[in-house]
């Protein structure tokens, strides 16, 4: 059963850190590129960062460029974000997904499997 798995989410302080994985079991995330996506309530889900399968090409939301940095332990099968000076406007559910042999591609559609997603909460 193929399946991604996200955790590392909380609650933590604006100017915080927080480190988030994706964990793959059934298939080798090597050959996968990952996105990471977050959707708040009330809005639609946004892409957020992505690494891709063939060359390792990142992407990074605007909003997100200079404070996350999303990295790929193929020994663990895991694909992580790294989260730093968190706002309160980075609080959501983040989600990691899955497209097999691929760069990295905007549309949420585009993913072949998603993980059930962990929360983010940055408040004081």
């Known amino acids: 059963q193929l399946q991604l798995v996200e955790s590392g989410g909380g609650l933590v302080q604006p100017g915080g850190s927080l480190r988030l994985s994706c964990a793959a079991s059934?298939?080798?995330?090597?050959?996968?590129?990952i996105g990471w996506f977050r959707q708040a309530p009330g809005k639609e889900r946004e892409r957020v960062s992505c690494?891709?399968?063939?060359?390792?090409?990142?992407y990074y939301a605007d909003s997100v460029k200079g404070r996350f940095t999303i990295s790929r332990d193929n020994a663990k099968n895991t694909v992580y974000l790294q989260m730093n000076s968190l706002k309160p406007e980075d609080t959501a559910v983040y989600y990691c997904?899955?497209?097999?042999?691929?760069?990295?591609?905007?549309?949420?559609?585009?993913?072949?499997?998603w993980g059930q997603g962990t929360q983010v909460t940055v408040s004081s």
């Open positions: 997904a899955a497209k097999p042999f691929s760069l990295c591609v905007p549309v949420v559609q585009q993913y072949d499997y």
């Open positions: 059934g298939f080798t995330l090597e050959y996968y590129a």
């Open positions: 690494i891709s399968s063939s060359d390792g090409s990142t």
